[in-house]
């Protein structure tokens, strides 16, 4: 594979990582929140909370990971 076919691959890649960081990373910030601020949002379930974020979690750093190495 040639240098200039790596580039537009790994360019390619990293802009579908960067949507998947970005979609997981709102889960995880907002599923965050609510974990924190219970009385701020009491009509969340926090077991079901604490489900999605810990699912997520290894999905979206799996992105990170990805972005991070076709970003150098």
Request: proline content about 3%.
């Amino acid at each position: 594979m040639d240098l200039g076919k790596l580039h537009i691959f790994s360019r390619k890649l990293h802009r579908w990582s960067l949507w998947f960081v970005v979609a997981l990373g709102l889960i995880q910030m907002i599923t965050g929140l609510t974990m924190k601020y219970p009385q701020v949002y009491p009509f969340f379930d926090q077991a079901s909370v604490r489900l999605l974020h810990s699912q997520t979690a290894g999905y979206f750093a799996l992105a990170f990971g990805v972005q991070m190495l076709t970003g150098i």
